[in-house]
């Protein structure tokens, strides 16, 4: 940022020539012979030099059912996504006419229609009115948030940054997105490079303001490990692999960690596929219009009403066509992508309705952390308490626990909190009132992280924050950790010093202590100050204990008892209660 764009063009044309700038990112987009890049390089004015990213690649009501949406679809919920505008971006545009979309669908940019974009915007947004109409049940192949609004753009290529600008702008400022879901991808790797820290900027609201963007973990997980895509790795996205809405063991196709730097992405997963076991063996027999048209076997949603590919292989109903009019089925992480994309639309009209400000990006991410169903890490689909790991990320979204979460946040009671860290080595404390037989606690804390220094081959993390958890008895409880070197190992517990999202989670069957326990947010590296943070938790906040007893034991003992009727306390005590109507907390005790 200490070179301006007009000084770094200047440089630049002393070797090549020059295509376009990149104001957000600071950046110059120009055309280099290979012999010179070098050389360039060298120059004192520049910070990094990559490749322009090849074309990317395009990556229901099983969707619904195995994340917890036709719940809230329901009374007294009623949280169908009214308000919300999606952005999609993507290689085409969706069928705007498709009865499923019209009148809530639009591509006011323009594009051709293509029947993936038709197939993603439909898992978002589509709303199953023709459904009855070739077999199934009443609005059964609806999407996630069939009352939401879909506005779609075609993304950019050539020099995908310099127009990504641009687009962004038109789509904020112009055309109010609230969420931007990406369902295609570039370069396997998992480099953070220039299109990841744009997103990283979207998500702060450099443009204007912030705003929730979704990518999809891509199709290359196959491969196995670090097989994410180099354009889908930003810190503030939410990166989402793809599982199979049947069982929620993980597609095969779906994208791995950790990144290059070795942060833990994906960041949760969402039903990719029906059936993926299914699918998979009619694909791969050759068999596809089997496949596309098995409402059992992949996640069934919108297709165009026209003809889009001619290839007989593709033939879906002997018209020449490659999917049938009005539904057909598709597996990836492209239909994982949108799913969550619908998710936070139908969060962010509740948050709406409920709040009286608008979530930040990294509200909306830690209740969805908070509140994710954790799957074992050998991509099974069973549920455990293991953490997070590179296959499943934080887990399975469950959008009724996260409705419920953000229904139960309240002024009194806060199950979120959103604050600021303003210089290094500052620690904010928080406090949760545990009572008697509780068994487990969950403390998710999520920033919005300011942008890393593309390709530069250190960690990405720039402000880093550090969650800890203190019972009344003083014991500490670090957040989850993973070992990106051995990357199918069991998360342990450490300081993280690589993610902006972190999680203590604290269990025992028979039952954790009770009392007033701490939750400990220290600033250890901020370097961009100040830098605000999301708190949830599995327990209402509570303020500083202001109306606290003491209850001094005398040497002989003879006071062996204390508010809650428990006795053998020993002698020479002091012990610090939290009084709370008839319940007293235990807080802290001193030896006299």
Same mark, same amino acid.
Request: with cysteine; net charge negative.
């Given at each position: 940022?200490?070179?301006?764009?007009?000084?770094?063009?200047?440089?630049?044309?002393?070797w090549?020539?020059?295509i376009?700038?990149?104001g957000?990112?600071?950046?110059?987009v120009?055309?280099?012979?290979?012999?010179?890049?070098?050389?360039?390089?060298?120059?004192?004015?520049v910070?990094?030099?990559?490749?322009?990213?090849?074309?990317?690649?395009?990556?229901n009501?099983?969707?619904?059912?195995a994340?917890?949406?036709?719940?809230?679809?329901?009374?007294?919920?009623?949280?169908?996504?009214?308000?919300?505008?999606?952005?999609?971006?993507?290689?085409?545009?969706?069928d705007?006419?498709h009865f499923?979309?019209?009148?809530?669908?639009?591509?006011p940019?323009?594009g051709?229609?293509?029947?993936?974009a038709?197939?993603?915007?439909g898992?978002?947004?589509?709303n199953?009115?023709?459904?009855?109409?070739?077999?199934?049940?009443?609005?059964?192949?609806?999407?996630?948030?069939p009352?939401?609004?879909i506005?779609s753009?075609?993304?950019?290529?050539p020099?995908?940054?310099?127009?990504?600008?641009?687009l962004?702008?038109?789509?904020?400022?112009?055309?109010?997105?609230?969420?931007?879901?990406?369902?295609?991808?570039?370069?396997?790797?998992?480099?953070?490079?220039?299109?990841s820290?744009?997103?990283d900027?979207?998500?702060?609201?450099?443009?204007?303001?912030?705003i929730?963007v979704?990518?999809?973990?891509?199709?290359e997980?196959?491969?196995?490990?670090?097989?994410l895509?180099?354009t889908?790795?930003?810190?503030?996205?939410?990166?989402v692999?793809?599982t199979?809405?049947?069982?929620?063991?993980?597609?095969?196709?779906?994208g791995k960690?950790?990144?290059a730097?070795?942060?833990?992405?994906?960041?949760?997963?969402?039903?990719?596929?029906?059936?993926?076991t299914?699918?998979?063996?009619?694909? !791969?027999?050759?068999?596809?219009?089997?496949?596309?048209?098995?409402?059992?076997?992949?996640?069934?949603?919108?297709?165009?009403n026209?003809s889009i590919?001619?290839?007989a292989?593709?033939?879906?109903?002997g018209?020449?066509d490659?999917?049938?009019?009005?539904?057909?089925?598709?597996?990836?992480?492209?239909?994982?992508?949108?799913?969550?994309?619908?998710?936070?639309?139908?969060?962010?009209e509740?948050?709406?309705?409920?709040?009286?400000?608008?979530?930040?990006?990294?509200?909306?991410?830690?209740?969805?952390?908070?509140t994710?169903?954790?799957?074992?890490?050998?991509?099974?689909?069973f549920?455990?308490?293991?953490?997070?790991?590179?296959?499943?990320g934080?887990?399975?979204?469950?959008?009724t626990?996260?409705?419920? !979460?953000?229904?139960?946040?309240?002024?009194?009671?806060?199950?979120?909190?959103?604050?600021?860290?303003s210089?290094?080595?500052?620690?904010?404390?928080?406090?949760?009132?545990?009572?008697?037989?509780?068994?487990?606690l969950?403390?998710?804390?999520?920033?919005?992280?300011?942008?890393?220094v593309p390709?530069?081959?250190?960690?990405?993390?720039?402000?880093?924050?550090d969650?800890?958890?203190?019972?009344?008895?003083?014991?500490?409880?670090?957040?989850?950790?993973?070992?990106?070197?051995?990357?199918?190992?069991?998360?342990?517990?450490?300081?993280?010093d690589?993610?902006?999202v972190?999680?203590?989670?604290?269990?025992?069957?028979?039952?954790?202590?009770?009392?007033?326990?701490?939750?400990?947010?220290?600033?250890?590296?901020?370097?961009?100050?100040?830098?605000?943070y999301?708190?949830?938790?599995?327990?209402?906040?509570?303020?500083m204990?202001?109306?606290?007893?003491v209850?001094?034991?005398?040497?002989?003992?003879?006071?062996?008892?204390?508010?809650?009727g428990?006795s053998?306390?020993?002698?020479?005590?002091?012990?610090?209660?939290?009084a709370?109507?008839?319940?007293?907390?235990?807080?802290?005790?001193?030896?006299?």
């Amino acid at each position: 940022k200490d070179i301006s764009l007009d000084d770094a063009e200047k440089t630049v044309l002393r070797w090549g020539s020059i295509i376009g700038r990149v104001g957000l990112l600071n950046a110059i987009v120009a055309s280099v012979n290979s012999e010179v890049i070098s050389k360039l390089a060298a120059e004192n004015d520049v910070q990094w030099i990559e490749e322009i990213e090849p074309p990317g690649i395009d990556d229901n009501d099983g969707i619904r059912a195995a994340i917890g949406v036709n719940t809230v679809h329901a009374a007294p919920y009623n949280l169908l996504g009214s308000g919300v505008v999606i952005g999609q971006f993507e290689s085409n545009v969706p069928d705007t006419t498709h009865f499923d979309l019209s009148g809530r669908s639009s591509a006011p940019l323009g594009g051709s229609v293509g029947d993936h974009a038709t197939h993603v915007a439909g898992t978002a947004a589509g709303n199953g009115s023709l459904s009855a109409s070739v077999g199934g049940s009443p609005a059964q192949w609806r999407g996630v948030a069939p009352n939401s609004t879909i506005t779609s753009f075609v993304r950019p290529f050539p020099y995908i940054i310099v127009n990504f600008e641009n687009l962004y702008n038109q789509s904020i400022n112009t055309y109010n997105i609230d969420i931007s879901t990406n369902s295609f991808s570039a370069t396997t790797g998992g480099n953070y490079n220039a299109v990841s820290q744009f997103y990283d900027l979207v998500v702060i609201g450099n443009i204007t303001r912030p705003i929730m963007v979704t990518v999809s973990a891509g199709n290359e997980g196959r491969g196995g490990y670090r097989t994410l895509r180099d354009t889908n790795v930003g810190k503030n996205v939410i990166v989402v692999g793809g599982t199979d809405a049947n069982n929620h063991a993980i597609g095969n196709f779906s994208g791995k960690g950790p990144t290059a730097d070795n942060r833990t992405k994906p960041d949760l997963v969402a039903p990719g596929c029906q059936n993926n076991t299914a699918y998979e063996a009619l694909r !791969l027999t050759g068999n596809r219009t089997a496949a596309f048209t098995n409402p059992n076997g992949s996640t069934y949603s919108t297709v165009a009403n026209q003809s889009i590919s001619t290839t007989a292989e593709f033939d879906c109903d002997g018209t020449g066509d490659d999917f049938c009019y009005p539904y057909a089925g598709e597996c990836g992480t492209s239909m994982s992508t949108p799913a969550l994309a619908g998710s936070l639309a139908l969060l962010l009209e509740l948050y709406r309705k409920t709040h009286e400000n608008e979530p930040l990006p990294s509200t909306l991410k830690a209740v969805l952390v908070q509140t994710a169903l954790d799957l074992d890490r050998d991509g099974s689909g069973f549920s455990s308490n293991d953490g997070p790991d590179y296959i499943n990320g934080w887990g399975l979204v469950n959008v009724t626990r996260a409705v419920e !979460l953000i229904m139960n946040d309240s002024e009194e009671v806060p199950r979120i909190i959103v604050v600021n860290i303003s210089e290094p080595g500052e620690v904010d404390k928080h406090y949760l009132l545990v009572d008697e037989n509780t068994t487990e606690l969950k403390v998710s804390l999520v920033w919005d992280d300011v942008p890393g220094v593309p390709n530069d081959g250190l960690k990405e993390l720039q402000n880093d924050i550090d969650l800890f958890l203190a019972d009344p008895s003083g014991n500490v409880y670090m957040p989850w950790v993973l070992n990106p070197s051995v990357p199918n190992q069991a998360a342990t517990t450490g300081v993280d010093d690589r993610n902006n999202v972190e999680q203590v989670f604290v269990f025992d069957a028979a039952g954790i202590e009770q009392g007033v326990w701490r939750v400990i947010i220290n600033g250890t590296e901020i370097p961009q100050p100040a830098q605000v943070y999301s708190l949830t938790a599995s327990h209402g906040f509570t303020t500083m204990p202001a109306h606290a007893i003491v209850m001094l034991l005398d040497t002989s003992g003879s006071m062996g008892w204390d508010p809650n009727g428990n006795s053998g306390v020993a002698e020479n005590q002091t012990r610090l209660y939290y009084a709370k109507g008839a319940s007293y907390y235990f807080l802290d005790m001193l030896n006299l």
